[in-house]
Structures are given as structure tokens and as C-alpha cells.
């Protein structure tokens, strides 16, 4: 039997990170994490991003200024490496780290620009175009 709170979070999650990065943190999956890798498939994932209240767009933007207000600099690595892999346009993204540098500090939103240095390099690496927006 399926779960379609499970299915409709994979979807999206697919969608928002791409099937290369769900790939490879499904490989991840243990016995030791396979509980929580389910809840957040289902519940943020399958319940929150299936909502129809705000678009893809606007809940990519408010993930990064988040992860930025806590340093979580791992989770504004992922989001923002699928942000631009889905095309994102960078004049979005430099709105959102001059945005997010009055309210969480001008060396957040520095770490934030270095962190885009680094993966805008790895990407085009790879043969990645960005949506200059």
C-alpha cells in the first residue's frame, strides 16, 4: 500500500532538489534514520510544500533566509545549489541576501555571497548556465 502524503512529498522534494541529490541521500538512508527520513518526506515535504499558500519560488526563498538566520550554512548550500540547477534567477537570489543582511548581520549575508562564489564555480564546472534574471 502506498502512502500519498509520502508520494506527493517525494514529488516535490524531486522537484525542488532534483533527483540527483534525493538519489543520494535515499542511498543514505539506515535503519538508524529511515523514521525520520520518512517524516520529512511526509510532513515537510508532503504536507508543508504541497500547500497551496506560497509557490516553490517564494518557500526557496524564505528556506535560504532562514537557513542564513541560523547559520545553517549546509542546508543554504543544498537549497541554493538547486535553486540555481532549477534556474533561479540570480537577481532573486542577490535580493535575498541583501534582504537577509538588515536582519541577520553584514557577515551572515558575506558567508552567504562566498558559499554562492563557490557553488556558482562548482556549477558552471558542470556545464551549468544561470538564469541571470
Request: charged share 25%; with cysteine.
Amino acid at each position: 500500500m502506498t502512502d500519498p502524503l509520502y508520494e506527493a512529498g517525494m514529488k516535490v522534494r524531486r522537484a525542488v532538489l532534483g533527483d540527483a541529490h534525493v538519489d543520494r541521500a535515499n542511498a543514505r538512508i539506515t535503519d538508524l534514520n529511515r523514521e525520520f527520513q520518512d517524516f520529512i518526506t511526509r510532513f515537510g515535504w508532503g504536507e508543508i510544500w504541497t500547500r497551496p499558500g506560497f509557490d516553490h519560488r517564494t518557500r526557496r526563498i524564505l528556506v535560504m533566509g532562514t537557513m542564513m538566520a541560523l547559520g545553517r550554512w549546509e542546508e543554504f548550500r543544498m537549497h541554493l545549489r538547486a535553486a540555481l540547477e532549477g534556474q533561479m534567477a540570480l537577481s532573486d537570489i542577490k535580493e535575498l541576501l541583501l534582504q537577509q543582511s538588515i536582519y541577520c548581520g553584514f557577515p551572515v549575508t558575506n558567508t552567504a555571497y562566498h558559499h554562492l562564489a563557490e557553488i556558482m564555480d562548482e556549477l558552471r564546472a558542470r556545464g551549468v548556465t544561470f538564469n541571470e534574471g
